[in-house]
């Protein structure tokens, strides 16, 4: 197991080398920060000092470079725009990002493995007909349109819940959340329906096929043949058996669901991680930028490797292995 | 052996239909037999000649579009037809266990095999420890031939081989003392020398307890060295019954004759193996009349013109052919 985790962590790092490469060289093809920044009426004087500040005036390489060796000291750059470390700031924006994600995660798995077991145990019935035309309806819309629905039916139209915001946050065990007060609760309500609905769909089609699937099993009809209570069956023999492949898809999806939230928490104004992005990509505020691909990249990584370790404790007969 | 007994189980005209996009399919079209207490019937047949389904019709675990339509499964004077889910669940596993033809798939991959003992006797005894559970499910083990069975208890299905997890199976079908176990070709996809273990501790198991067996298979061999009685099915239908020597010895039914031609024997090293002709029809598209007819070397007009009825040659002996006393000794 100990074999296992440092090989992975190693890969990790080859895998965060050539990212950052990749996004270093990425950001400085596209246009100049320095334009942002300057006043317009500003004298070349004044222009050469900025670059010469932000340091723009050396090799793509140099500069690279410099972030490299920085960044082992922690140092991922400063904000051109705030002038504070981009880590700090897109730390001090993670929380709200994390808890819209996990709330959207359970949403999906809360909903999407009973609907999607219904849907599977009894796939002519109407309601299943039903959870299935609605799933192929959460594919298919666009993330930022069902929120501008929502927005318009729920807040504004009947007026039930806000819409934009975190509302109020309190701390319980140490973690500051919105969803420790109502207030926060009613706030991320609607975004964090409108972020899951797509991993709802994918959890509850996952679901449906896993319980298609297992439900012909022998093993299935062996557990009926003992006269174990088919409430029984379905809640462990097939459960157990449908959770991996979910368990896989909701460890990988989680990744895509904190780097996609930018969407939602730009429609909901919601103070997250993806509102900073899309602002520092709109003023080309490259450490910022960087810094977050950085830190993605290394949730995802994270993410994969959680995703193996349980992988491994669902299903006894995936081994991990020191050696392959 | 069977004057002696009460009868356990009393099937009379059983019929199962599938009903199919492509019409109904009468899997099972008819069938009626008996199991003594402590008994042991084998029921033979060929793939598709409906012997699982009557297996799975007594207990009750027919997949949809399978319907049980007509007969009663009397189980010790109970029409199990007659019970809710619920009461038929109490029967599951309890008095009637079931083994499945192939153990690599019986047992859940994800579950201890502890877990798939403890349930089995959970199911029926909600008051019992799970520790007294746990001990029973070791004993069952140990007395299936598994060794070291306090260890084994805690591994996965993965980590036994096919006959191991057979006996674990037999185990957890015996666990609650059933008074009949069906077992659908359990041994069919066994190594012959494994094959051969599982059959003569299964034998062994059921004279000991007094469990009646009804022993599902294609193979006559092994219903000639189990059995006490035998029964072959055709196309949904019992075609012929009656004690295993008398049956093997001096088949009557034109089809039994083929699958008894059909076993290789030491007898007749270098001959040709005789087989029967054609192929099991469509049971869509069954004939009119005799099923049995297109493949039979015996075959008279008579044969097309309805369903031949059961002629009782002696109590044990029951014959489905219109050409009974015509067909020459073997």
Redesign the interface.
């Known amino acids: 197991m100990t074999a296992f985790i440092l090989r992975r962590s190693l890969q990790s790092i080859i895998v965060l080398f050539v990212m950052s490469v990749i996004v270093f060289v990425g950001v400085n093809l596209v246009g100049d920060p320095v334009d942002m920044l300057i006043n317009p009426e500003s004298d070349q004087a004044e222009i050469d000092r900025v670059i010469r500040d932000l340091g723009l005036d050396r090799p793509v390489s140099e500069q690279y470079w410099y972030f490299v060796v920085n960044a082992f000291q922690g140092d991922l750059g400063r904000s051109f725009i705030f002038g504070e470390p981009a880590l700090k700031l897109i730390i001090q924006r993670m929380p709200a990002t994390m808890e819209l994600a996990l709330f959207s995660l359970l949403m999906a798995v809360v909903f999407g493995i009973p609907l999607g077991i219904y849907a599977g145990l009894k796939p002519n019935s109407k309601v299943s007909k039903t959870i299935m035309a609605g799933s192929i309806l959460g594919f298919s819309m666009p993330t930022f349109w069902v929120g501008i629905i929502l927005i318009m039916f729920f807040s504004v139209s009947l007026g039930w819940l806000p819409s934009t915001g975190r509302g109020e946050v309190a701390t319980y065990l140490g973690i500051t959340s919105s969803i420790f007060t109502l207030d926060g609760l009613s706030h991320i309500f609607l975004p964090a329906f409108n972020l899951a609905l797509f991993k709802l769909s994918s959890v509850i089609r996952l679901a449906r096929a896993g319980t298609r699937e297992v439900i012909l099993?022998?093993?299935i009809?062996?557990?009926?043949?003992?006269?174990?209570?088919?409430s029984?069956v379905v809640r462990?023999?097939l459960l157990?058996?449908i959770m991996?492949p979910v368990i896989t898809i909701i460890g990988l999806e989680f990744g895509s669901l904190i780097a996609f939230s930018t969407v939602t928490e730009t429609v909901f104004a919601w103070p997250g991680m993806g509102k900073l992005i899309i602002d520092s990509i709109y003023n080309l505020d490259r450490p910022v930028v960087v810094a977050y691909l950085m830190i993605i990249v290394v949730i995802f990584v994270t993410l994969n490797l959680i995703v193996d370790i349980l992988y491994s404790v669902?299903?006894?007969?995936v081994r991990i292995k020191g050696v392959s | 052996m069977r004057q002696t007994v009460e009868p356990i189980l009393e099937i009379s005209d059983l019929q199962t239909h599938f009903f199919t996009k492509a019409g109904i399919l009468r899997a099972v079209d008819g069938v009626s037999f008996e199991i003594g207490a402590g008994e042991i019937v084998g029921l033979v047949g060929e793939s598709g000649s409906g012997k699982s389904i009557t297996g799975f019709s007594i207990i009750g675990l027919v997949d949809s579009p399978g319907e049980i339509i007509g007969g009663t499964i009397k189980f010790k004077g109970e029409d199990l037809n007659d019970l809710s889910n619920e009461q038929m669940q109490h029967v599951r596993g309890n008095r009637i266990a079931m083994i499945f033809q192939d153990p690599m798939m019986t047992l859940n991959p994800v579950l201890r095999i502890e877990t798939q003992m403890i349930e089995a006797i959970q199911a029926h005894d909600n008051k019992i420890s799970r520790e007294d559970a746990r001990i029973r499910s070791r004993d069952a083990l140990g007395l299936v031939g598994i060794s070291s069975p306090d260890e084994r208890l805690r591994a996965y299905p993965h980590q036994f081989s096919g006959g191991m997890r057979q006996r674990v199976s037999i185990a957890i079908a015996m666990l609650n003392r059933p008074d009949l176990i069906i077992a659908d070709e359990p041994t069919t996809a066994l190594d012959v020398t494994i094959q051969g273990q599982v059959i003569s501790e299964m034998q062994k198991l059921c004279r000991e307890t007094k469990t009646a067996l009804l022993w599902i298979t294609h193979d006559l061999a092994v219903i000639a060295g189990i059995a006490d009685r035998v029964c072959v099915m055709y196309a949904g239908r019992i075609v012929e019954q009656g004690l295993v020597a008398n049956t093997i010895a001096n088949p009557l039914h034109p089809y039994t004759r083929g699958l008894m031609g059909s076993v290789p024997s030491q007898n007749q090293r270098g001959k040709p193996l005789q087989q029967i002709n054609g192929m099991v029809p469509s049971m869509l598209s069954l004939p009119r009349g005799c099923a049995f007819q297109n493949r039979c070397s015996y075959v008279t007009e008579k044969c097309s013109s309805g369903r031949p009825d059961i002629t009782h040659l002696s109590d044990e002996r029951q014959v489905r052919c219109f050409n009974v006393s015509e067909v020459p000794k073997l």
């Open positions: 099993q022998d093993y009809k062996f557990a009926r043949a003992k006269g174990v209570a088919e029984r462990v023999h157990k058996n991996i669902l299903d006894p007969r």
